[in-house]
Every structure is written in C-alpha cells, then in structure tokens.
C-alpha cells in the first residue's frame, strides 16, 4: 500500500489497530500536547482527535511515535529506499544483491516529481486562526504549526528540482504577528532554506514560500531527512511514499497537491520580528529572538484536511523514531560519507546535538605497540565529522578506535563512555575549539549560535580500571555534597548554585584541589549538579544534565589541570560543570492544572 493523502494513512492505521479515537472535545491549548506526551511515553498508538476546541478541522498525533509504527507506514517502500542510499553511496553493493534490488528502478521513477493541474488542496481556503492552534508548553509565544514541510527554491536557480523542503518552526500567532496575516519563520544555522533567503537578499527580492502540512506521511518524513544539497527533499518523499510528489503551481508558488494544507507567502529580504519562546527537543525553551516571517498570501487545505500535529520536549519524544529511521536509512552510508569512519550516533537523550559518538580506525602507525598507541588519525577523522553536515553543530565528539574492541556498539552508550573513559589520557586526548558556531537551540554558552566543542578521542590499552563504588576517603568541600554514582568512574556531586562565573570557577577548583589529595585511581569524571540523586538515577538523566548544561571551554575543569604549549590537560580526573547557569533557558514544565484535566479525560475515555 502506498499513501496518496494523510486520511488514507489515518485509516490504514486504525484497521490494523495503531490508532485510537478521542471522541471528546479536546483543547489545542496545552491539553492535546499533554494527552501526546502520555500516549507517547506509554508506547501508545496514533490518536486521532475528532474535535478541536476552536477549529473546524480534526487532527492527529503520534503517528511515528514508535519504530515499528514508522516501519509500518513504509512497510513497502522503506527496503528498497535504503537500498537505493546504499547504492547511491556504494554501487558495488548491487553487484552483491542483484535480485534484491530489482525494484530500484521503480523507486528511482517515483522519485521524479510530477507537475499535475488540479490538486486536492486547492479545493477550499480557509484563515490561519481557523487550523488547531496547538500550544505544547505553558511559556510558548503562541501556537505552532508542529510537523511542517517548509518549502522553498532558489532565487537563483528556481526549479522544483533545486528546491528545499525542511522542518522549520512556524509560529502562528502571538507576538508582534498580524492575525492571519503573519506566521514567524525560525530556521536554525546550516539549513539550506538560509542559503536561498541570503540569494534573495542578493536580489533585493521577497522569497517565496510554502508551508505544507499533512499529505502523504513520507512528505513529512522527507522533510526531517538529512540530505545532501543536490537532492531535493520532493524527489526522497516520492521514493518513500511509492508515488511520484505531485505539486501544482499557483499565483507564483508551488503548492503540494496531496497536501491537507498549504500556507503561502513571502518574506521579506531582511525583515524579522520577534519570534518565541518555545519548548523545544532538548528540553529547555527556546528564548525570544529576532526571525524572519512570512507574510501569509493565503490558506488552501483539502476538503477532507486532517492536522498533524507532534509534541517536542525533552528527549525520548515522537521526534526520536524519526532520528532511529534515519540512521537505519543511512547508517550504512557513513563509511563512503566520511572514509575512515565507520559509525556515528547523535545522542537523543543528551538533546541529539549536545552529544555525538565515533567510532573510527586509527591506522597512522599500524606497527605501534598496543602500549604506545595513542589517537592520531582519530583527531583527523574528528575534524572531517565536525565539517559534515549537521554533525558541524555537535557540542561534544567522543571518539574511539574501533580495532580496541570489535564488538563495541555505539548505540549501547553506557559501554561506548566506558570505553572511552577507560582509555582516556587526560592530559593528552581532550582537545578544544574554543569559539565555534553551535545550535541555535542550545543555550549553554552565552550567545545565540555561538559556544565551544570539545572532541574526547581514546585508542588503545585500559589505561585504568573504572570504580563501581564511591571512594571510600572521597571528602568534598564545604557546600558539596550527595555523591553519586551515574556510571563506572563518573560520579554526580551536587554544589552550590552557580551565580556567576568567577564563583563557578573557584568552586569547581576547589572541589578539583581537594581530590588531588584523595585515592582516584578508579574515578574519570566528576559532574557538577544541583540535584544528584536525579542526574545519578538513569542513564538518561545523566545524559541529558552533563551535556545539555555545559559549554566545554567555560565548564570542563580538571585535577592537575595544566596548559602546555597552548594545550589543556589535567591528571585526572576531569571535572564538567553541569550546574544550571543564570544565562540558560529554563526547562520545561507542565502546568499542573492541565495535567489534572488530562488525568481525568485519560481515565473516561480508558485511554491507557
């Protein structure tokens, strides 16, 4: 089965019993996002929410909120997808599997977008205010569209097949915003959607734009699919979906034709408003800053329009399966990608970004002693990941030599950090980038797209045998407290609040003079918190405190921290400063209120 519209979807889910149907009037209002977030979390189904408070359209959540739901929507297209990236990457690969790959023509036909002159979408019109104006978190700047396929061509080389289709934020309300007639545009650094704003610019003309919501689910998919700046993101949606994208012109723009709604506009060469805050995938809110916006010409949908909708938060959420199919489409590229690599995973609990893992081959010297083999051409490898794509915006790179153990498997990142922890010399394998470009999300260093990197790089021999215990002597400095074991070697101590930097400072040096007196042979790494026994209680939390809270050149201390030639070291162990600072985004939070309301409606309508 191939979707050629989201009701199709919809159905085909709720005949094989993968959604559910809240018949009660819902409010768009932080009570949808909380009822998604539940669901979500209990590995629940799709839901399909009949009526919205306030709109005339019905919507829908949670439809990729499990792998193996996602793998059902693609059940007959997602094999030979991958298929043809690994083809794309290693041609001889259909040398090896001649009969498996009988089916790449068809999907390489479906790739080719297809210009039709009637569409679905066009069928009716409507005004901003009238789509479900879903709020996720209390401190939100309005409602957002929440899964759109932003859409856009290049001034200077217009054309469906050099266009972008990408998931960026769409407010569209609140603010300085004009109701109906303005949504906000936040686009995050490395986006191509940047590169043909900045062509506009060049111009001196609006660029023009296209939010598409709905259609076929292979179109959102498409949008979230990191791809390579020569393939448009319509020609995967059309291998994904099984159909060609079809896609109408109107009034100067290009509508998606199986889309359940279209919003079409322009911006403006440099005009910005104030857009945000909003809660985010990595657990914080996003702050108000100056973005662009569109000015809404107008608002098709079909007559049958369902609105899709998702919830983002603190990692693992709906956005979670999308990063687990991407890396089961692409993983298997990544050796072509970057030679010498041969893995690569984005934390999804430390935020995604904050927190990348490497596993490459350290070759430089082959003839070394195990005794005497450090990291080489893993710090070659390092720079080439952090100039790829979007692993240009990771915080920290942990690297290793796959040749130490075969077996390592970068997805288990409990073992991965022991690994590396255990084979770490301090003094030698942490190496800085000091002022560097980071996600526009992530707020631990103290400007916007601005912070630091630090790539933690291991080969060869255990270099020293992980606690599982607390030091029996460990003695912490007045105002320290509540130590924890997160991990082998990494211990959560909780410290005073951070005020302000040169305090943060002297207390994290004294807390690193005091354990350069004590027994820490088996000890690699000492966090910072205000709350241990919770940053120590899975290795999520510990995952997402440690990295989603520190900027590494501002942060990272150490015992018999010394410079050397310009190169930080120290003896060990080494010190993250995790603590939350005055300059952070806040976390989120749900309102309390709106989660007894959730109570009770999950219960009536014995939802779980």
């Known amino acids: 089965m191939t979707y050629a519209s989201m009701r199709e ?42 009526k919205v408070k306030g709109s005339p359209f019905p919507a829908v959540s949670n439809l990729f909120g499990t792998l193996e739901r996602s793998r059902f929507i693609f059940r007959h297209t997602l094999d030979r997808v991958s298929r043809m990236v690994e083809a794309k990457s290693n041609p ?36 901003l205010s009238s789509l479900p104006q879903v709020t996720c978190w209390p401190d939100d700047g309005g409602p957002f569209v929440l899964l759109p396929q932003v859409y856009s061509e290049d001034p200077k080389k217009p054309g469906i097949l050099g266009s972008n289709m990408g998931m960026y934020r769409i407010q569209m309300a609140g603010n300085d915003y004009v109701k109906n007639r303005e949504v906000g545009l936040h686009y995050q650094i490395k986006r191509d959607i940047g590169r043909h704003h900045a062509h506009a610019i060049e111009k001196g003309q609006p660029l023009r734009v296209s939010v598409f919501v709905g259609g076929p689910p292979a179109h959102t998919f498409a949008a979230v699919m990191p791809l390579p700046e020569n393939l448009p993101e319509v020609a995967f949606a059309g291998a994904l979906a099984g159909r060609r994208f079809r896609y109408a012109k109107e009034g100067g723009h290009t509508l998606s034709a199986e889309a359940d709604f279209c919003i079409v506009g322009t911006v403006d060469p440099k005009a910005v408003k104030p857009e945000g805050p909003f809660g985010d995938h990595i657990g914080y809110y996003s702050l108000t800053h100056p973005f662009p916006f569109l000015n809404v010409e107008k608002v098709y949908h079909r007559k049958d329009a369902i609105w899709p ?20 489409i692409t993983g298997p590229a990544v050796p072509d990608s970057i030679p010498g690599v041969s893995a690569v995973h984005a934390v999804d609990a430390a935020g995604v970004h904050p927190l990348l893992l490497a596993m490459g081959k350290e070759t430089y010297v082959p003839y070394a002693k195990d005794d005497a083999k450090k990291p080489m051409e893993l710090l070659t490898l390092s720079n080439a990941i952090l100039g790829f794509g979007q692993c240009s915006l990771a915080k920290y790179l942990f690297i290793v030599d796959e040749g130490d153990n075969p077996a390592l498997d970068i997805h288990d990142e409990k073992a991965f950090l022991v690994h590396l922890l255990e084979r770490m010399d301090f003094s030698r394998d942490i190496h800085f980038q000091t002022r560097a470009t980071m996600d526009t999300l992530d707020y631990s260093a103290e400007g916007l797209n601005e912070g630091s990197k630090v790539v933690f790089a291991a080969a060869g021999e255990k270099k020293r045998t992980l606690a599982t215990t607390l030091p029996p002597d460990l003695s912490l400095p007045d105002g320290f407290s509540n130590a924890r074991l997160a991990l082998p070697g990494v211990i959560m101590v909780e410290a005073p609040p951070f005020t302000d930097a040169e305090t943060g400072e002297a207390s994290a040096q004294e807390l690193a003079s005091l354990l350069a007196q004590a027994d820490t042979t088996g000890m690699a790494l000492v966090v910072l918190t205000e709350d241990a026994e919770f940053a120590a209680a899975t290795l999520n939390n510990f995952l997402w405190v440690t990295f989603t809270r520190s900027n590494p050149s501002h942060d990272i201390h150490g015992v018999g921290a010394t410079t050397i030639h310009k190169h930080w070291g120290c003896t060990g162990p080494v010190i993250i400063d995790a603590r939350l600072k005055p300059h952070h985004a806040p976390p989120l939070i749900e309102d309390p209120e709106v989660s007894a309301r959730v109570d009770a409606l999950l219960r009536n309508n014995d939802i779980l």
Do not use: W
């Not at 768009?28 to 539940?38: F, G, K, N, S, W």
């Not at 690969?93 to 569409?119: G, Q, T």
């Not at 909708?309 to 089961?328: K, M, N, Q, Y």
């Open 9 to 50: 979807c919809v159905e085909d889910l709720e005949a094989n019993g993968h959604l559910i149907r809240i018949q009660e009037e819902v409010d768009p209002y932080l009570e949808m996002a909380e009822i998604h977030r539940r669901v979500y979390a209990a590995g629940g189904p799709a839901l399909f929410y009949e």
């Open 92 to 127: 001889a690969s259909l040398l090896k599997h001649p009969l498996k790959n009988l089916m790449l023509p068809f999907a390489a036909a479906c790739a080719l977008p297809r210009k039709v002159k009637e569409a679905p979408v066009m069928a009716c019109t409507t005004d």
């Open 309 to 328: 909708f998702t919830v983002v938060g603190r990692p693992p959420a709906e956005d979670t399966s999308f990063g687990a199919l991407i890396h089961e």
